[in-house]
């Protein structure tokens, strides 16, 4: 086993308490969902507001700093980690909350990677949609992998394959950027993969003003971790998953995107532009879903006639 004790780090804010702290929620959710997979076994802040500590239970010490590496609040300077092995000589810790009660039992499918990059905050836009697919995950997921804009007409009509401004530029035909699949092409122009489980969730970002040109008003993201760090202010950073979860022979699908602008003044602007472009935004995300179903459930009709 290791401790991880978690002290101020660069960017910690003096005056303010370890939850007020930045990326306070990213790291709460991102230690929920260690304790969920079993890594972390017991964690918290101290009480006197100077940082926490968490234990956790790997094999080697490579697994442990890569666990502590990888801290949404270590990545952005908040808290300094210091790993130390550890040997539990005395220990009267069982599954029990500090009131007595059984602990509640937390599964790691409660805990979204979109939480991790964007999690739910006042004043943040969101926008939901699902559907149920008769088709186990792993077809829906490559079916979600291999969409193109070919198999989205209220895409192509909506956005005039806006959305692949990168590709015709660099391949000179729209035709082909409609024939590439979407999220690849989406990966190849402003989006990044922030996160991945393959046949659960995806989640890919964008930090942008999308009021502006295009062309003018995007920030490259070069990792997942330039995502979570990025707060310069005049722009909105974007998320978007799409989650899958077994649902009684077949596969829910659902996507989520989060906007979260980085001052008041994006906020306003962003505000005055999604008021324009949100009832297409949500044909868009509609569309989507209903082309995911139709090739998942075709692969898995031809399937049936095989067998």
């Known amino acids: 086993m290791f401790v991880v004790i978690y002290t101020p780090g660069p960017a ?75 040997h539990p000589a005395f220990n009267r810790y069982t599954a029990r909350s500090t009131t007595g009660e059984a602990a509640p039992q937390v599964s790691a499918r409660d805990s979204l990677l979109l939480d991790d990059y964007l999690p739910i905050c006042d004043g943040d836009r969101r926008e939901h949609h699902a559907t149920v697919i008769d088709a186990p995950p792993a077809r829906v997921y490559a079916a979600l992998w291999q969409m193109t804009a070919d198999d989205l007409p209220l895409f192509r009509l909506v956005m005039g394959i806006r959305a692949l401004p990168a590709l015709r530029s660099r391949q000179g035909s729209p035709s082909s950027a409609r024939q590439k699949p979407l999220i690849q092409a989406m990966l190849t122009a402003r989006f990044a993969r922030l996160a991945e489980e393959p046949d659960r969730e995806l989640v890919v970002g964008l930090i942008a003003q999308p009021w502006k040109p295009r062309g003018s008003s995007s920030h490259r993201i070069e990792s997942s971790h330039d995502f979570l760090a990025f707060d310069e202010p005049g722009y909105v950073k974007a998320a978007t998953n799409f989650l899958l979860t077994a649902e009684s022979g077949g596969t829910r699908l659902s996507t989520e995107t989060r906007i979260h602008a980085t001052d008041p003044t994006a906020r306003r602007k962003f505000r005055r532009y999604w008021s324009v472009i949100r009832p297409g935004s949500g044909l868009i995300r509609r569309d989507w879903l209903r082309a995911i179903k139709r090739r998942a459930e075709k692969g898995t009709k031809d399937d049936r006639r095989r067998g």
Not at 20 to 26: C, G, K
Request: contains cysteine; hydrophobic residues 40%; aromatic residues 10%.
């Open 12 to 86: 910690w804010l003096h005056g303010k308490s370890v939850t007020e702290q930045p990326f306070f929620r990213e790291h709460g959710r991102y230690m929920q969902r260690l304790f969920a997979n079993g890594q972390i076994i017991m964690g918290g802040p101290f009480l006197d507001d100077q940082g926490g500590l968490g234990i956790i239970d790997v094999t080697n010490e490579a697994q442990a700093c890569e666990i502590v590496a990888h801290d949404p609040a270590v990545l952005a300077k908040v808290f300094q980690p210091h790993l130390h092995p550890w």
